[in-house]
């Protein structure tokens, strides 16, 4: 390592190697990725939003954060990266959801108060899958998809860079609310660490050993394994009695990353990424009352649970994630050809549940009204392969340095949903006087929902940079791409950076961007079965194109469009203070959004024709409104010398506003818009995250002793109610709170770190509500820190 080197990273992460989170401040600060153990030879620097070969932040006009996980996962008391996260960066949001069916068993994550589907994930700069499922309940990201950041072991990871503007331009569809970049490790040397945690309440005890080692490969070649289990318990936060379990999922199964690179001579170098997660989830549905309850016979049999029972929707998560690339020199260019693949599969299963109208059909035949007791409920998979070929050169003599980069891209893309067994949704009696049809708790898949659809796409961009004078920069980029199944689009982007005086910088961004539907949103299907004046009827989240969805006259759907301003500042006096301010807008037109449910009583002529098809009840996804998100980030740091000791204080806050300005309904459903998007559904858009949260943290090392305090502030959040305003039902507020976490890490030696803390130490808890009016209900729904109150860990890591 240079001198050089080692001076830039001593700045970036202090003598420990870390900072919690560094801005990057533009022209003022130079960022390098560094590899905790051993640096292999062969290094390449990338900052997320530029193209140009050994970038740094002075190559970038629009605000990025690093954010390194090395002390995370050394000493961090959040064991998976979503929490991580979280606890970090305040415009990174992801709660765990209870009471929410699939969205209790992979963590939604979202950037600026936006969909999760409107944040791309990269992984080494390449883009990472989104899940097979589509959130269609609990009080974040309904109606989206997202990705999974659970099924990256945060052992595995150097650094994450967070781009904090839309960037659909250089990156394509999902880009809208900005980037994350995770960038995993390289390094030579062995570590391995073991964490152990529970809430103060005695349960979700959660064990997570995980280990990483980076080999020599030939002369200057390098291979990082990392392997980690997880088993994470059981959470309940119900009243004594009460037979609900609201709570953390079940969580068990191993996960495997390898990264590498092997260089060829000269820059030429062959790069690879493997990974795979085999997740087991368990979350817990609605219990289901006993004998003397209106459960009985309509969704329970006394003779299998006369006390009540709550069904648990088991889900088994198959996660693969690959890349394999060659970057090269192809005369005085640099180029890179890649090809990526991801597949994500849920399959369900119901347990301790029961098919009702089996059992009644069993009774009324003279049986004792028993029904199986599991059912394998089918599930879905989402596979994207993409394949991209990219250039760049900088040419020092245009201007004052110039980096000109160009390539395309071709993604394919399949969707597949699997029926369930017969049991899990037949409808048994068929006479509609009691015992409800399918598994308690989630209803399998049809036959009439199964479904394997694909697409493609094509796209080719040119991006470039130039340093216009000492003080001016200029970034442009354009992007054309074309769907096979919806059309074309083409997204531009403007930002400059100008040095306004020595450590001060202004920067601003325009930009247009685009989020391709799902094949999620587009041929998602679940049907099931309930009774609608005593006679059974179906019910259907109807997919786009089909035959519910065009007697509704559903349009076809096509790509959410967006509009990006960004206006920042950024001050760094020298080493030790860095700060950084920047306003954002986002407006985005043709939102998809999940429907209300129509009927023929909200919409008597729909509710005809829907009868007509043996459907009593609809929802679909549509084009259908339009938002606007505007806000303010702040980040600042001061490392200085204090007593004997080094203090780091770090402070970042979000605040970010989303407003629904227009709701456009499809001719076929003009006049009931109030159906198509209600009060509740429009709270869940503009406020299903804290409109501000901001963090806090102070460091403190001196000799063998780390500690850290960590303050973590949410801001208010009024989500809908069931009965609704309209009759006189107040919105639930969720009033502000301030968690802290804490943390105290002892050195041993130079390879051993015993660290024991708490989060969320003084066992905060969102403001308490009706729960006959919430999502999940419980007294809270799973809204800014969570509902598991207060948790204990202690770590040990160590390096071999």
Not at 37 to 54: A, C, D, F, H, Y
Not at 481 to 505: C, M, P, V, W
Not at 569 to 593: C, E, G, H, W
Not at 653 to 677: H, I, M, Q, W
Request: proline residues 4%; charged residues 20%.
């Amino acid at each position: 390592m240079t001198p050089m080197r080692r001076a830039i990273l001593l700045a970036l992460y202090g003598t420990a190697g870390l900072a919690a989170v560094t801005p990057l401040t533009g022209m003022a600060q130079t960022a390098a990725k560094t590899e905790k153990l051993v640096e292999p030879p062969v290094q390449t620097l990338t900052i997320v939003g530029s193209r140009k070969v050994n970038a740094t932040a002075t190559e970038t006009p629009v605000p990025v954060d690093i954010i390194s996980v090395t002390k995370v996962a050394e000493s961090g008391g959040q064991f998976d990266l979503a929490q991580t996260l979280a606890n970090i960066s305040p415009s990174f949001n992801s709660t765990r959801q209870t009471g929410a069916d699939g969205a209790d068993l992979v963590d939604s994550a979202a950037l600026r108060g936006l969909g999760s589907d409107q944040t791309l994930v990269l992984v080494n700069g390449k883009r990472r899958h989104t899940v097979s499922l589509v959130n269609l309940f609990g009080a974040r990201n309904r109606g989206n998809t997202g990705t999974d950041m659970n099924a990256i072991p945060v052992m595995a990871i150097n650094d994450i860079q967070v781009l904090r503007d839309g960037a659909a331009a250089q990156y394509g569809s999902d880009a809208i609310a900005g980037v994350l970049d995770i960038s995993l490790k390289k390094s030579l040397g062995c570590e391995a660490s073991f964490g152990y945690s529970q809430y103060s309440a005695g349960d979700g005890k959660n064990y997570a050993p995980s280990a990483y080692c980076g080999f020599r490969v030939g002369e200057a070649g390098v291979i990082g394994i990392t392997a980690e289990y997880t088993d994470r318990g059981r959470s309940n936060r119900a009243d004594p009695g009460n037979p609900r379990t609201i709570g953390d999922a079940r969580v068990t199964g191993p996960t495997v990353y390898i990264n590498g690179e092997v260089p060829n001579g000269g820059s030429d170098k062959f790069y690879f990424t493997l990974g795979n997660q085999q997740r087991r989830a368990s979350s817990a549905a609605w219990a289901r009352g006993g004998v003397g309850t209106d459960d009985i016979p309509s969704r329970n049999s006394a003779a299998m649970y006369p006390g009540g029972f709550v069904p648990y929707i088991n889900g088994d998560i198959n996660d693969i994630y690959g890349i394999a690339g060659y970057r090269m020199r192809v005369g005085e260019w640099n180029a890179d050809l890649s090809q990526t693949y991801g597949y994500n599969r849920l399959k369900y299963d119901i347990t301790n549940t029961l098919n009702a109208s089996i059992a009644n059909k069993d009774l009324l035949a003279g049986g004792k009204g028993v029904s199986a007791s599991s059912f394998d409920a089918g599930g879905f998979s989402f596979a994207q392969a993409t394949t991209n070929l990219d250039f760049s050169r900088y040419f020092d003599n245009w201007f004052m340095g110039t980096n000109v980069a160009f390539g395309a891209e071709y993604r394919y893309e399949k969707y597949q949903i699997f029926a369930g067994e017969p049991g899990s949704y037949i409808d048994a009696d068929g006479v509609g006087i009691g015992g409800n049809a399918g598994s308690q708790g989630f209803p399998g898949f049809q036959p009439g929902d199964s479904t394997n659809k694909n697409r493609n796409s094509i796209a080719a961009y040119v991006d470039v940079e130039a340093d216009l004078t000492s003080k001016l920069k200029l970034q442009t980029a354009v992007r054309a791409e074309r769907y096979n199944d919806f059309g074309s689009t083409l997204t531009g982007k403007l930002a400059a950076g100008y040095q306004l005086a020595d450590g001060f910088l202004g920067r601003a961004s325009v930009s247009t961007g685009f989020r391709a539907p799902s094949l999620q949103q587009v041929y998602f299907s679940s049907t099931f079965t309930d009774f609608i004046s005593g006679k059974p009827m179906d019910v259907v989240l109807a997919p786009n194109g089909g035959t519910v969805a065009n007697a509704a006259g559903i349009p076809k759907l096509t790509e959410e469009k967006s509009k990006s301003y960004t206006l920042g500042l950024t001050f760094k006096p020298n080493q030790q203070f860095s700060a950084t301010a920047d306003f954002y807008r986002i407006d985005i037109s043709d939102r998809i959004v999940l429907s209300g449910r129509f009927d023929a009583t909200n919409y008597p002529a729909l509710g005809a024709v829907l009868s007509g098809l043996g459907v009593g009840q609809a929802q679909f996804f549509v084009n259908s409104i339009s938002t606007r998100t505007q806000g303010l980030d702040l980040t600042s740091s001061y490392k200085t010398n204090f007593a004997a000791g080094k203090l780091t204080t770090y402070f970042a806050a979000n605040f970010s506003k989303t407003d629904v300005t227009k709701v456009k309904a499809p001719a076929a459903l003009r006049g009931y818009e109030d159906v198509l998007l209600s009060e509740r559904e429009r709270l869940f858009i503009e406020q299903g995250g804290p409109r501000r949260k901001a963090t806090l943290s102070f460091n403190y090392e001196q000799g063998p002793w780390n500690g850290e305090f960590k303050v973590i502030h949410y801001g208010p959040q009024t989500l809908g109610t069931f009965s609704g305003t309209a009759n006189g039902v107040a919105n639930a507020y969720y009033a502000p709170k301030t968690s802290a976490d804490l943390a105290l890490t002892y050195a041993v030696n130079d390879s051993t770190k015993i660290t024991v803390g708490a989060n969320n130490v003084f066992n905060v808890k969102p403001s308490r509500q009706d729960p006959n009016e919430t999502d999940n209900g419980f007294y809270y729904d799973s809204v800014q820190f969570g509902l598991g109150g207060a948790s204990y860990f202690v770590k040990l890591w160590k390096k071999f």
